[in-house]
Every structure is written in C-alpha cells, then in structure tokens.
C-alpha cells in the first residue's frame, strides 16, 4: 500500500524526468551566464579609468627624478606626453626622448 499522497508522486517523477532536468539544467548555465558577464562589465569598466593612472604615473616619475634617475627635462617631456589627452581611433606617433645630459653614475 502507497501512504503518499499523489501529489508527491507527480512531483517526483516531474523532478525526475529527463525534460525538467534538462530545462533546469539550461536555466543554470543561463543565470551562471549571465552573472560573470555582469562582473565582467564591471571590471572592464573599472578599468577603463586613465586618470588615476596617469597620475600615479605622474607621482613614480617625479620620485624617479626626485632620485636622480632621470633629469629634469626627461621628466618635463614624460610629464607633457602624460598631460596630453590619449585620442581613440586615431594614429597619434609617440615622441621621442632625447638625452640631453649623461646618464647620471652612482659609482662615485
């Protein structure tokens, strides 16, 4: 004699069945999905922020000169190709940096 209802036994062999498996298992794979293309776009957004950057860039290159690592006018021509605004889509050549003065020696 079955004690259960039939409620359950409706239920359990819809759990069971290889159609509800499968349209659960593709409902995972979605949500899954779709939440690492979420935190994907909120790092790749979080990237995309170059100020901070050239900044901080700013401030190692200042200490570099601070040091003596390199010159003043290296600094002054690093700090102007850092202050000019990076154009997308657009073929912009790099400047080169001319060495004015010997490089400086610490064997002193």
Known sequence: MNT??????WIWSLVSSS???????VLILLTV??????????????NTQDA????MLRKNFEE???????NEAEFRNIASLLAEAPRKNS???PKTIEQTDAPNSDEK
């Open 52 to 55: 901070p950057m050239d900044e």
């Open 33 to 46: 999905c779709g939440i690492a293309i979420s935190l994907l776009s909120k790092l790749r957004d979080s």
């Open 4 to 9: 259960a209802p039939n409620s359950t036994n």
């Open 91 to 93: 073929a912009v050549k």
């Open 19 to 25: 159609t509800f498996q499968s349209v659960l298992g």
């Open 64 to 70: 570099m000169r601070s040091e003596g690592v390199i």
